[in-house]
């Protein structure tokens, strides 16, 4: 009965062509329930080897996502997109910054030979921008002889030999890899419990090479992890997940300059990185096709997330082209201004439905881009993609690069859009088609700049944003994301339903202002 009035997803959207719906267009009809919001997971992929356990990134925007905000959406369950408009040095730094952040078992620790001064390691530590001071001693075979303790590490001892402050190697903490078991993680907790003070385990072949390095504190924050409900993201190695976005670069000629995108993304493959963002504004295009084809051959293994589009056919080639998941989304940001100044784009809802029809073809995820005002939007874009982007979400957030502005007593963070005239001067121009150099000439700006108040943390953030998500999926009695895709029934909203749905006919005050004297 229910059927006749409340459609699956293709039904719905075929039968409203060829209005463009977005999210406050529609609404989704409440289904019997056995589930709890407690009880739901919101697990999703978005390749073979990316898994989260809140389906959520954060805009690859230079006032959305730089290091902090990676660290801190990783550790929520999500992932963070760092922006590009920044030199190709500096987004290495950032990728390492997250990716060095907690590990596991560090398989490949930074080492020392025995012939260095400890002028040479400070050398190192500033050169590579390092957070620790502790280094292992090797011979040129890879041979543990020792351990450099980070308290002689100092100015005052730059002229001395590492072997006059490091300690020996029967002083050193060692297990063997064939004794690390199954469990690397449990393996190493155990160790610590037992051998209190001791803060480095080293691990060693059969021949005393070594193979790896595990520290006290990054296994107190990933035991502590386990215990939590939102598991962090992390790779095979323990170490936060971590994206980043690249733009195609040029040469004089306007050719894609492949070397200059190579040792880039080389780069940032060395230190971790687990996903490639080539980001544009219009992603069904040659170059973009012809970047997502040589990031594949040259990175088979690197998740690579390719957009924007709004339709089936532009998911379809950019999978093609070899992109894992494609982003979905032009024009909906609450900074972007593409369709006042191009007059293209497609409303929200119906963008992701027409993308969704490519990405069953091709067996991809995609990802709604842009748009997003509250968790209930969430809700509904992920009854037909994998994951969302939030930028203006997050932009108010203490851990976004943007810089904060105080007005009448109140604090505001910058935010833009990629699009905006100051945004593409310090980079982003080729987002949209354009060359720095032209700007003032040639080019109309996409975005706007504004002010987010400012909010509280990502992790608070997130958290309510993942509550209001896990009640949606309770309403439609879906105990996970593929559930809700199943269970989700729509029907269009008025203008009239659109202010039913909001707080109407009320003066809105806080319990604050019912507090005593």
């Known amino acids: 009965m229910d059927d006749d009035f409340y459609l699956k997803a ?14 406050d267009d529609v609404s989704l009809a409440t289904r019997y329930s056995e589930v709890t919001p407690r009880e739901v997971r919101l697990d999703t992929s978005l390749s073979e080897s990316i898994n989260l356990s809140v ?27 760092i922006h590009y408009n920044m030199s190709n040095r500096q987004q290495v730094k950032e990728v390492a910054r997250v990716k060095y952040h907690v590990h596991g078992l560090i398989q490949d620790p930074i080492t020392i030979t025995a012939d260095k001064l400890i002028g040479d390691v400070l050398e190192l530590i500033g ?14 075979k890879g041979k543990l002889l020792g351990m450099l303790p980070g308290r002689v590490v100092k100015k005052r001892y730059r002229e001395r030999k590492v072997t006059e402050g490091m300690l020996a190697r029967n002083e050193v ?13 449990a393996t190493a907790d155990q160790f610590f419990s037992k051998h209190m003070g001791i803060h480095k385990l080293l691990v060693v072949d059969k021949e005393d090479r070594l193979r790896g390095l595990y520290t006290l504190s990054d296994i107190e924050r990933i035991m502590e992890e386990s215990r939590d409900h939102v598991k962090p993201a992390r790779d095979s190695n323990f170490r936060l997940l971590c994206g980043a976005a690249v733009s195609v670069p040029r040469n004089s000629d306007g050719e894609m300059d492949k070397d200059n995108l190579h040792q880039h993304i080389e780069e940032m493959t060395e230190k971790g990185l687990d996903i490639i963002a080539v980001s544009t504004a219009h992603g069904h295009t040659k170059g973009v096709g012809e970047a997502t084809k040589f990031i594949r051959q040259s990175f088979p293994d690197l998740t690579i997330v390719a957009g924007n589009v709004t339709s089936g056919e532009g998911v379809e080639f950019l ?6 998941a494609i982003k979905v989304g032009q024009g909906p940001g609450s900074i972007c201004t593409t ?3 191009a007059g293209v784009g497609v409303p929200q809802m119906s963008a992701l439905h027409a993308a969704s029809l490519g990405a069953r073809k091709k067996g991809a995820a995609i990802i709604a881009d842009g748009g997003i005002t509250k968790s209930g939007d969430i809700v509904k874009a992920l009854t037909i993609s994998q994951a969302v982007i939030c930028g203006g979400l997050l932009a108010g957030c203490k851990e976004a690069p943007g810089r904060i502005i105080e007005i009448e007593g109140k604090y505001y963070k910058q935010y833009r859009g990629m699009g905006s005239m100051e945004a593409m001067k310090e980079g982003s121009a080729a987002r949209y088609g354009h060359k720095k150099e032209d700007l003032h000439t040639k080019s109309t700006p996409e975005g706007i700049e504004a002010l987010k108040e400012v909010a509280g943390s990502v992790n608070e953030t997130v958290e309510n944003l993942a509550g209001g998500l896990r009640a949606g999926l309770g309403y439609l009695g879906a105990e996970d994301l593929p559930a809700l895709r199943e269970q989700a029934r729509f029907v269009q909203v008025t203008a009239a339903g659109q202010k039913e749905s909001s707080p109407h006919d009320v003066i809105e005050v806080k319990r604050s202002d019912f507090a005593r004297s």
């Open 55 to 81: 389906p959520i990134l954060s805009s690859d925007m230079d006032t959305v996502t730089e290091s902090e905000m990676a660290i801190a959406m990783a550790r929520c369950g999500g992932v963070g997109l």
């Open 10 to 23: 293709d039904d719905f959207f075929h039968r409203c062509l060829p209005t463009g719906l977005t999210f």
């Open 319 to 324: 999978v093609n082209s070899g992109a894992d």
């Open 339 to 341: 369709r006042v100044v």
């Open 127 to 140: 050169e590579k921008t390092f957070q620790f001071r502790t280094f292992p001693i090797v011979d040129d």
């Open 173 to 185: 903490y060692t297990i063997c890899e064939d004794e690390v078991g199954n469990d690397p993680i």
